[in-house]
Structure formats: structure tokens, C-alpha cells
């Protein structure tokens, strides 16, 4: 079992940076692919980015491509979602997630959440 703790919100401008980071217990975090999710009033929690357990292969949703970046540091739990370039868009609660299976992007293959944390982007 694992449990995450997210930081790093806040209130932004367009075009700005944030970075986000999830700090997670337990001796098993290399065991976990983990990921980034995020969820805008009245929508859906989606996916954002995600990093394997294995190799460190990224993937990301479409629209957050060559703006965010996924990274993992094994030593220290932690996982990180570094963005740039931020747009309105991008306004949402940033969940953290964490995995034992292997379908990365789907929502319904994460049993470890966060409990979120506020990224709004002011236009």
C-alpha cells in the first residue's frame, strides 16, 4: 500500500510555470508506475501524464505535450510534473496516482490517490 501527499499548487498567470510534486510512503514506490490526473469543476478526472515503474517511460494526453514534464526520483518517493506554458485550460485539481498495473492512462487502473491539489491559471 502507498499513500501520496501532492504539493506545489497555486494561482498562476497564462504562460507561466508551476511545479507540482507527490511525496509517497512506503519502501515499495520503485514497484509503482504512477501519474498525474486532473479533474475541472463539473468534468471529469483525466489523465495528464504518466512514468513507468520500470524503464521511466513518460506518456502524455495530447493536450499537455511538449508543455509538462513527468519525473520520478526513486531515492526520495517522489514524482514530479513540472509545466510551462500554462494556459486557463490547464485550471484544474492536480491528483497524483499510483499504479501496479499496466494500462498507464486509464483512469480506472489506479487504486492510490492523493488528495489533490489546486492549479488555477488566471488569463
Known amino acids: 500500500q502507498v499513500q501520496l501527499v501532492e504539493s506545489g499548487g497555486g494561482l498562476v498567470q497564462t504562460g507561466g510555470s508551476l511545479r507540482l510534486s507527490c511525496a509517497a510512503s512506503?519502501?515499495?514506490?520503485?514497484?509503482?508506475?504512477m501519474a498525474w490526473f486532473r479533474q475541472a469543476p463539473g468534468k471529469e478526472r483525466e489523465f495528464v501524464a504518466a512514468?513507468?515503474?520500470?524503464?521511466?517511460?513518460?506518456y502524455y494526453a495530447d493536450s499537455v505535450k511538449g508543455r509538462f514534464t513527468i519525473s520520478r526520483d526513486n531515492a526520495k518517493n517522489t514524482v514530479a510534473l513540472q509545466m510551462n506554458s500554462l494556459k486557463p485550460e490547464d485550471t484544474a485539481v492536480y491528483y497524483c496516482?499510483?499504479?501496479?498495473?499496466?494500462?498507464?492512462?486509464?483512469?480506472?487502473?489506479?487504486?492510490?490517490w492523493g488528495q489533490g491539489t489546486q492549479v488555477t491559471v488566471s488569463s
Open positions: 512506503g519502501r515499495t514506490f520503485s514497484s509503482y508506475a
Open positions: 496516482g499510483a499504479t501496479l498495473r499496466s494500462y498507464l492512462t486509464a483512469r480506472d487502473e489506479y487504486a492510490y
Open positions: 512514468i513507468s515503474r520500470r524503464d521511466g517511460s513518460t
